[in-house]
């Protein structure tokens, strides 16, 4: 598998970084976790062809996580030489269906699915099984409705926490990952409810006993901090922290 990211920070724009997105290539498919502003534009950035998405995994409906449905259906809609028949699977929290509909309300024929099938999956604590991988999401202590992903492939897995804060569903999640993604929002003297630190994220990386850990949804307040040294405390294995472009092999 092969781990793409799209955007390591938030809606609060800065050179360095875009809103949260990832994009993880497997076999036949390619897939999207989450898609902020500016994702979409990276996929050619990274030489990953946007038709070929065959699944959105969205964890909540915060705009600097969805903010770029809204252009991607456009594109399935009007580049020139390409009619999508592709079915689309759209994974994401209770209310994804909804979401859909009051967009297609608001944005009508330019991003309504014309030519391929959308298939919701709205879910909770679910796992889904496709042809050759499986999706499995677990309820996150963020939003009314934030779930986190895990994907596995070949005995291969990904977990992608989405916005949390600490919470056990993560830890169970996120149980001998090869890759744990886990959203770092803010240094440790600046805990913001809802969301995770270095350390609460080096303590989940412990607990659960992932392979790597790999830290993202940087707010710009990290700037010039010791992101590491601070994760350090509690986590003693391998740590990546996320720069837009970055390719992980899995
Ligand atoms: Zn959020
Ligand atoms: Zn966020």
Redesign the pocket.
Known sequence: MELYILGSG??IPTVERG??GLALAFGSHLILFDG?GGSLRNLPSLSLDFRRVDCLCIT?F?P??VSDFVPFLFAMNYTVDFVRSLPLHVIGPKGLRNFYDQLRGIFGRWIEARTYPILFHETEESLLSFADFTIETLPMA?SAASVGFRAMFQGRSLVYS??TDYCQNIVKLGREADVLIL?C?FPDERKTAG?LTPSLAGKIAREASCRKLLLT?FYPVFAGRDILKECRQEFSGTIILAEDGMQITI
Do not use: K, L, R, Y
């Open positions: 938030t809606c809103p949260s902020g909540h915060h600097d996580h963020h989405g916005d959203e929002s969301h949804h």
